[in-house]
């Protein structure tokens, strides 16, 4: 399945039904799975109506500062030309944690400062960053869960299968604090983000022009963190 008609949450709904239906089909069983949740196309009509809606038109001036930020490249040994920019020219550098290393992102390291893994990592990435490029500021491409902020109390999207991905940019300013000074300053830059960022997107591509007219959205971030 194709990552661009689904998600990581969805990926779990799938999983969990496969197993579920194995593991009864092995004794014997029926397979009864749960009951579906609203469509995707339900999510779809609430994203409009959210679109046009005062709690979003609210989040103008946020986004339109984030537009407004005027940050560095970073330096480059070569440079390449856009007709090169394809997939069969990428190169994937992977890197895994020990067990141990997993353990101290997810559990050791987040309770002196009430933080979780994505703070962490983000501030490992603010750090690197800097000491490459010697910027105190950092603009990354962030993806969020749009099954969240969207009238969540009017519709039931736990088990519904899609790609409800959004895509927002962040501006960091950690400059050369100290250690838990940057770690503090980027999980309070990330909660900061209205709505987990989905109203950047729906700005940009669905509101009236009239409103869509007073963001230039023309932030291009180099990094991009998934």
Request: aromatic share 10%.
């Amino acid at each position: 399945i194709h990552q661009v008609i689904i998600d990581d949450h969805s990926w779990q709904v799938l999983l969990s039904d496969f197993n579920a239906g194995y593991e009864r089909v092995c004794n014997g069983d029926d397979v009864n799975l749960p009951e579906k949740t609203d469509s995707y196309i339900e999510w779809t009509s609430r994203v409009q109506d959210f679109a046009a809606d005062n709690e979003l038109l609210e989040q103008i001036s946020y986004w339109q500062d984030i537009e407004n930020v005027q940050l560095p490249s970073f330096p480059k040994n070569n440079t390449i030309n856009d007709a090169d920019k394809i997939f069969a020219n990428r190169e994937q550098v992977l890197i895994s944690l020990s067990e141990d290393e997993t353990r101290q992102l997810f559990n050791d390291a987040n309770w002196p400062y009430d933080t979780d893994a994505n703070d962490i990592l983000m501030t490992a990435l603010n750090m690197a960053a800097r000491e490459w490029s010697g910027n105190d500021s950092l603009a990354v491409t962030l993806h969020g869960d749009g099954r969240q902020h969207v009238h969540t109390d009017e519709i039931d999207l736990s088990r519904t299968v899609g790609n409800f991905t959004t895509q927002f940019p962040v501006v960091f300013n950690t400059g050369s604090d100290e250690i838990d000074q940057q770690i503090r300053r980027v999980k309070q830059t990330l909660r900061d983000v209205p709505g987990n960022g989905i109203g950047y997107g729906l700005l940009k591509y669905f509101n009236p022009g009239e409103h869509r007219k007073t963001i230039t959205f023309k932030l291009q971030p180099e990094i991009e963190f998934k």
